[in-house]
């Protein structure tokens, strides 16, 4: 190999750690967005919007009067208390 062809491998094999780098942080962002819109979908299901919500919001869980989750077993909550002390979902 000649001093040009080094220079020339050099080169690109910089120019290509320098995008592999550069490009991954673009796929991490893109999956964090991609998590963000997932969960903003299922925040709006019953066990979110219902008078009465799990504190675990298990899927199908909430009601409009009190009880406890079919699922976890734990019991409802108030959803505007629940709201109120902080643990908003918008």
């Known amino acids: 190999m000649n001093a040009k062809t080094k220079t020339l491998a050099a080169t690109a094999f910089v120019a290509t750690l320098f995008l592999t780098v550069s490009c991954k942080g673009k796929a991490e962002q893109n999956s964090e967005t991609t998590t963000d819109q997932t969960e903003?979908?299922?925040?709006?299901?019953?066990?979110?919007?219902?008078?009465?919500?799990?504190?675990?919001?298990?899927?199908?869980?909430?009601?409009?009067?009190?009880?406890?989750?079919?699922?976890?077993?734990?019991?409802?909550?108030?959803?505007?208390?629940?709201?109120?002390?902080?643990?908003?979902?918008?």
């Open 40 to 90: 903003s979908v299922k925040k709006k299901g019953k066990e979110y919007t219902s008078a009465y919500v799990c504190l675990m919001h298990c899927e199908g869980s909430g009601s409009d009067k009190e009880g406890n989750c079919p699922t976890c077993g734990m019991a409802y909550v108030d959803n505007k208390e629940h709201t109120k002390d902080g643990h908003k979902h918008e």
